[in-house]
C-alpha cells in the first residue's frame, strides 16, 4: 500500500494542474450534492409552514382528557417519537369579559388568552407581523393581537390591552399586530408561555400540545400519531389534520416538485464527478502500460488509481461540502427577501442532516473511486505492448458496441414510456433517455462533428485548422463523448426549465384570466383552504345586486365531502350566473353542457386533481358523503379554476349544495359593473358594504390578476434560481474537461509546432476543437432538454395540472449561446498555454 500511495501522490503532484481541474470536479459536484440537499430542507419547511400557518392548522393536537392542565414533560415524550419534526406546548383560556368592558362601542364578549414559547411556536407556524414585533422569551406583560382586534378597540402598537386575570386586571403593552383571524372564534392574544403561568397561576403546567410530522405519506403519518398515542396512553385525547385534507394536498404537491430539484442535484453531481475522474483515468492509459513494463502488476495498477482517487475524492469532497453550504447559506439569504415579501414564505438557514452528510461524503468519494476503478480495470487487463501503442492506434476502435445497442434500447424505451401517458412510466423513461444518450454519444459524434466541422472549417478556412480540429475530434470519439456528456447535462436543465416555466406561465396566466376577470372580488383571509373562512349570508350578495350600476354577482360557497375515503373540497356555483363573471378551464367536456347539467340536477364538474387521483372521466358516476347520506353524482366535465389548481376540488350547483350539503354561506364573491358604468361612481357604494363585512377584503379583479402574476414571477424566480445552482455547475465541468483534454494533447501540439505550425495555428486548432466539442455537446443538450421539458409538463398533465407544452425558443438560444460560449472560454487558457510552450517541452510531456 505504501507504494501505491507514493506513486499516487508523486503523479499528483507532478501534474498540478490536471489534478487541480480533477479536483475541481469533485468540488463541485459535491458543491451541488450538498448545497442543494441543505437548501430544499428548508424550502420544503418553509413552505409547510405557511401553508399551515394560512389554516391554522398543525398534524396533530394532544390535550388531556379532563381538559385540565398537565406537566410540560409531556411534551419531551413527543418530540422523541421518531417522524416528528416540530413540537411546541401552549397555555391556553378563555377570558370572559363583562359587559361594556372595552365600552359600549366594542361589543367584545370574550377573548382566547393563549401562552406561548415564541421559539417553539415559530418552528409550527409562521407568525406574520404587520405592525412591531413578535414576542421575545424574555417579553413581560406583553402582547400580540390582530389587526382587526386592535382596529374594534381603536389600539396601536406601544399601547396598553386590559385584561381581567386572577389578581385583579392585568395590563398588557401591545408590542405587534398580526393579520387578522382566518378562522371563526374568539380573537386571540398572545403572550409568552411564562406570563400565561402566571396570570393563569399555573405554574410550570401547559393544557395544549402541537407537533407536525416530517413527512405526507399517509401511512407513514398513522404509524406516527399510533406511536404518539402509545406514548401518552389513554389519558390524552388527539386531533389534527387528516390524511386526505385539501392542506395536506398542497403540501405534498409542493414538496414533489422540491423533490424534483433533489433528483437532479444528486445525477448531476456524480456525473460530474463519475465523467471527469473516468476522462482523466482513460487518458493514463499508456503510463499505465510503462507501469506495467517495468513490473507493475494489475492489483499494483488498480490500487495506485484507487489511491489517487481516494486523495482526490477525499479533499475534494471536504471542500466541495464546505463551499456548498456557503452556497447555500448565501442563496438563501439572497432569496429569502423576495419569497417573504412576494410568496409570505419565510425560509430558515441551510438544514444539515447526518443521512446527507452519509450521502455526500459517500458520492464524493465513492463515485470518484468507482470512476477510476472501471478504467483501472479495462486498462490492467491491457497487455504492456498494447497499452504503449500511440494513441493513432484508437482510429480504429468501434463506436458501435454494446454500450451503443444498449443506449439506443433506453431510447426508444423512454421513446415508449413517453406515449403511455403512465406518470411512473414518464419519470423512468426520462431518467433512461439520459442514460441512452450519454452511452449512444460515441457513435454521434463522427456525423454531428462532420455537420459542424463544415461550419467551422468556413471560420478557419485559410488556415484549415478547421478541418484538423474536425479529424482530431473524429479520431477519438469517445473522449469527445465524454466531454459532450458533461456539456449536455448543463445545457439540458437549461432547456428543460425553458420549457417548464414558458408552459406554466402562459398556462396559469391563461386560467388566471379566466377565474380572476371580475371588476370586482370580495376575498376571504384563506384561499383555496376554504374551511376555515367565515362567510357571509344571502345578504350580502343581495346587497350588491341591489345596487344601481352593478351588473353580475356571482358567489361561491363550500362544502367537504369524501370519495372512497379521500378528502374532497366541493365548490358551489351558480351554474347561470358564475360564467358571466369567471369561468372554468377545461380539458373535457364543454361549458355550456357541463353547465346546463349542473344547472338540471346532481352533477359535478371535476379539476384535474381530482379527476387524475379518482381515474375520472367524463360520464362516470361518483358517490360523494353528505350529511343526508351517500348522493350519486354525474361527472359533467374536466375543469378547473386557478384558485384551486392544486386541491382536489368538484364544483357542484348551489342548489344541490344547499339540499345535501344544507350550505348557503357565501365564502367568495365576484361582481361585473354594468356596461359602460363608470367604476369611480360604484366603488364607493361596494366599499360601504364591504365595510360591514370584515371578513372580506374588496379588490379589483385586475389588481387582483396583477399581484397574482407577480407572485407567480416570484416563484419562477425561486425556480430559476435553483435550477441557475443545478446548472452552473455543470457547465463549469464543460471547462474542466475540455481543459483536460487539451492539457492531454499537449504533445500531440508539440509535434504540430515540431513540423512547422505556428502559433496562431494552434491557437485556433483548440478553438475550433473547442468549439466543435461545444456545439456537439450542445446538439445533445438541446435533444435531452427538450425531452425532459416535455416529460415534466406531461407529468404535471398526468397529475392533473392544466398544462399545455410551449416549445422554449428563448431557453433553446440560451443554451446555444451559453454552450458555444463556455466552448470558447475553456479553449482560451489551455490553448494560449499550448501555443506558447517550447516545441522541446511539449515533445516530452507525458
Known amino acids: 500500500m505504501n507504494i501505491q500511495f507514493?506513486?499516487?501522490?508523486?503523479?499528483?503532484?507532478?501534474?498540478?494542474?490536471?489534478?487541480?481541474?480533477?479536483?475541481?470536479?469533485?468540488?463541485?459536484?459535491?458543491?451541488?450534492?450538498?448545497?442543494?440537499?441543505?437548501?430544499?430542507?428548508?424550502?420544503?419547511?418553509?413552505?409547510?409552514?405557511?401553508?399551515?400557518?394560512?389554516?391554522?392548522?398543525?398534524?396533530?393536537?394532544?390535550?388531556?382528557?379532563?381538559?385540565?392542565?398537565?406537566?410540560?414533560?409531556?411534551?419531551?415524550?413527543?418530540?422523541a417519537v421518531q417522524g416528528v419534526r416540530a413540537v411546541a406546548g401552549s397555555l391556553s383560556r378563555i377570558v370572559n369579559l363583562p359587559t361594556g368592558w372595552f365600552g359600549r362601542e366594542a361589543s367584545v364578549s370574550a377573548v382566547s388568552l393563549v401562552g406561548i414559547d415564541p421559539r417553539a411556536a415559530q418552528t409550527l407556524r409562521n407568525y406574520s407581523i404587520t405592525d412591531g414585533r413578535f414576542l421575545r422569551s424574555n417579553d413581560e406583560l406583553a402582547a400580540v393581537i390582530t389587526t382587526s382586534f386592535a382596529d374594534l378597540l381603536g389600539l396601536k402598537v406601544g399601547d396598553d390591552l386590559n385584561l381581567p386575570a386572577t389578581e385583579g386586571t392585568v395590563s398588557l403593552t401591545v408590542v405587534g399586530l398580526s393579520p387578522a383571524r382566518s378562522v371563526p372564534g374568539n380573537e386571540e392574544v398572545l403572550i409568552t408561555l411564562y406570563e400565561a403561568q402566571k396570570l393563569f397561576d399555573l405554574p410550570k403546567r401547559i393544557n395544549?400540545?402541537?407537533?407536525?410530522?416530517?413527512?405526507?405519506?399517509?401511512?407513514?403519518?398513522?404509524?406516527?400519531?399510533?406511536?404518539?398515542?402509545?406514548?401518552?396512553?389513554?389519558?390524552?385525547?388527539?386531533?389534527?389534520?387528516?390524511?386526505?385534507?385539501?392542506?395536506?394536498?398542497?403540501?405534498?404537491?409542493?414538496?414533489?416538485?422540491?423533490?424534483?430539484?433533489?433528483?437532479?442535484?444528486?445525477?448531476?453531481?456524480?456525473?460530474?464527478?463519475?465523467?471527469?475522474?473516468?476522462?482523466?483515468?482513460?487518458?493514463?492509459?499508456?503510463?499505465i502500460g510503462m507501469l506495467r513494463t517495468l513490473g507493475a502488476n494489475r492489483p499494483t495498477i488498480i490500487g495506485l488509481i484507487l489511491t489517487e482517487g481516494l486523495l482526490q475524492g477525499g479533499l475534494g469532497t471536504a471542500l466541495g461540502m464546505s463551499l456548498g453550504y456557503l452556497m447555500a447559506a448565501g442563496l438563501l439569504t439572497i432569496v429569502a427577501p423576495l419569497m417573504e415579501q412576494f410568496v409570505h414564505l419565510k425560509i430558515g438557514g441551510p438544514a444539515i442532516s447526518p443521512a446527507l452528510v452519509a450521502t455526500t461524503i459517500t458520492l464524493g468519494v465513492g463515485v470518484t473511486l468507482v470512476a477510476g476503478l472501471l478504467p483501472a480495470l479495462s486498462a490492467s487487463r491491457?497487455?504492456?505492448?498494447?497499452?504503449?501503442?500511440?494513441?493513432a492506434a484508437e482510429v480504429v476502435q468501434r463506436t458501435i458496441g454494446l454500450g451503443v445497442i444498449l443506449g439506443t434500447v433506453l431510447i426508444v424505451l423512454a421513446a415508449i414510456a413517453l406515449v403511455s401517458g403512465n406518470i411512473g412510466l414518464i419519470a423512468l423513461g426520462g431518467l433512461a433517455f439520459l442514460i441512452g444518450l450519454v452511452l449512444v454519444a460515441?457513435?454521434?459524434?463522427?456525423?454531428?462533428?462532420?455537420?459542424?466541422?463544415?461550419?467551422?472549417?468556413?471560420?478557419?478556412?485559410?488556415?484549415?485548422?478547421?478541418?484538423?480540429?474536425?479529424?482530431?475530434?473524429?479520431?477519438?470519439?469517445?473522449?469527445?463523448?465524454?466531454?459532450a456528456s458533461a456539456t449536455m447535462i448543463g445545457l439540458a436543465v437549461i432547456v428543460a426549465v425553458g420549457g417548464l416555466t414558458t408552459s406554466l406561465t402562459g398556462g396559469f396566466l391563461g386560467v388566471m384570466r379566466k377565474s380572476l376577470g371580475s371588476d370586482y372580488i370580495f376575498i376571504p383571509p384563506a384561499i383555496a383552504v376554504w374551511q376555515s373562512d367565515v362567510g357571509a349570508n344571502s345578504d350580502l350578495a343581495d346587497n350588491l345586486r341591489a345596487l344601481r350600476g352593478v351588473g353580475a354577482v356571482s358567489t361561491m360557497r363550500y362544502a367537504g365531502t369524501t370519495v372512497n375515503g379521500k378528502a374532497v373540497s366541493l365548490l358551489g356555483i351558480d351554474p347561470v350566473v358564475y360564467p358571466q363573471v369567471s369561468g372554468l378551464n377545461f380539458q373535457q367536456g364543454d361549458a355550456p353542457t357541463a353547465y346546463a347539467e349542473l344547472a338540471q340536477g346532481r352533477a359535478l364538474i371535476a379539476n384535474g386533481v381530482f379527476a387524475s387521483n379518482a381515474d375520472l372521466k367524463v360520464g362516470d358516476i361518483v358517490t360523494l358523503s353528505t350529511p343526508m347520506g351517500e348522493r350519486p353524482y354525474y361527472v359533467a366535465a374536466i375543469a378547473g379554476d386557478y384558485l384551486n389548481a392544486k386541491v382536489t376540488t368538484a364544483y357542484?350547483?348551489?342548489?344541490?349544495?344547499?339540499?345535501?350539503?344544507?350550505?348557503?354561506?357565501?365564502?367568495?364573491?365576484?361582481?361585473?359593473?354594468?356596461?359602460?358604468?363608470?367604476?369611480?361612481?360604484?366603488?364607493?357604494?361596494?366599499?360601504?358594504?364591504?365595510?360591514?363585512?370584515?371578513?372580506?377584503?374588496?379588490?379589483?379583479?385586475?389588481?387582483?390578476?396583477e399581484e397574482n402574476k407577480q407572485l407567480l414571477d416570484a416563484v419562477f424566480v425561486a425556480y430559476y434560481a435553483l435550477f441557475g445552482v443545478l446548472a452552473l455547475p455543470s457547465l463549469i465541468a464543460i471547462l474542466n474537461t475540455l481543459a483536460i483534454g487539451v492539457i492531454e494533447r499537449t504533445r500531440e501540439i508539440g509535434m504540430l509546432r515540431a513540423i512547422?505550425?505556428?502559433?496562431?495555428?494552434?491557437?485556433?486548432?483548440?478553438?475550433?476543437?473547442?468549439?466543435?466539442?461545444?456545439?456537439?455537446?450542445?446538439?445533445?443538450?438541446?435533444?435531452?432538454?427538450?425531452?425532459?421539458?416535455?416529460?415534466?409538463?406531461?407529468?404535471?398533465?398526468?397529475?392533473?395540472?392544466?398544462?399545455e407544452y410551449a416549445f422554449p425558443l428563448m431557453g433553446l438560444l440560451a443554451a446555444i449561446a451559453i454552450g458555444l460560449l463556455f466552448g470558447v472560454i475553456a479553449a482560451i487558457i489551455p490553448a494560449r498555454q499550448a501555443s506558447r510552450m517550447e516545441i522541446v517541452k511539449a515533445l516530452r510531456y507525458e
Open 382 to 391: 491491457v497487455t504492456p505492448l498494447e497499452a504503449l501503442r500511440p494513441a
Open 652 to 705: 357542484i350547483s348551489q342548489a344541490s349544495m344547499r339540499e345535501d350539503f344544507r350550505k348557503t354561506e357565501d365564502i367568495f364573491i365576484q361582481v361585473n359593473l354594468a356596461p359602460g358604468v363608470d367604476p369611480a361612481t360604484v366603488e364607493p357604494k361596494l366599499k360601504e358594504i364591504a365595510a360591514r363585512y370584515p371578513q372580506f377584503n374588496l379588490v379589483s379583479g385586475r389588481a387582483y390578476y
Open 442 to 483: 460515441p457513435a454521434l459524434v463522427r456525423p454531428i462533428a462532420i455537420a459542424f466541422g463544415a461550419l467551422v472549417a468556413l471560420a478557419f478556412a485559410r488556415q484549415g485548422t478547421g478541418t484538423l480540429a474536425q479529424g482530431n475530434l473524429t479520431r477519438q470519439p469517445s473522449r469527445a463523448a465524454v466531454t
Open 756 to 803: 512547422g505550425s505556428t502559433q496562431n495555428q494552434v491557437r485556433q486548432m483548440v478553438l475550433a476543437e473547442a468549439l466543435l466539442l461545444a456545439a456537439t455537446g450542445t446538439a445533445f443538450g438541446l435533444l435531452a432538454g427538450l425531452y425532459l421539458g416535455y416529460v415534466m409538463i406531461s407529468a404535471l398533465s398526468s397529475s392533473g395540472f392544466p398544462v
Open 6 to 79: 507514493t506513486l499516487a501522490a508523486r503523479y499528483l503532484w507532478g501534474r498540478k494542474l490536471r489534478t487541480a481541474l480533477t479536483t475541481l470536479a469533485v468540488i463541485f459536484g459535491v458543491l451541488v450534492i450538498f448545497g442543494m440537499g441543505t437548501i430544499l430542507p428548508a424550502m420544503i419547511e418553509a413552505f409547510q409552514a405557511n401553508l399551515f400557518a394560512a389554516s391554522g392548522q398543525v398534524d396533530i393536537t394532544i390535550t388531556h382528557e379532563t381538559g385540565e392542565a398537565f406537566s410540560p414533560s409531556v411534551i419531551n415524550q413527543v418530540k
Open 208 to 287: 395544549t400540545i402541537e407537533a407536525n410530522y416530517a413527512t405526507t405519506d399517509s401511512a407513514r403519518r398513522e404509524a406516527i400519531q399510533k406511536m404518539i398515542e402509545a406514548q401518552l396512553g389513554t389519558d390524552y385525547e388527539f386531533g389534527g389534520l387528516s390524511n386526505g385534507s385539501e392542506l395536506l394536498a398542497s403540501i405534498q404537491t409542493g414538496q414533489a416538485a422540491f423533490n424534483v430539484f433533489g433528483f437532479l442535484a444528486l445525477f448531476m453531481g456524480g456525473f460530474i464527478i463519475f465523467n471527469t475522474f473516468r476522462t482523466v483515468v482513460a487518458e493514463r492509459r499508456r503510463d
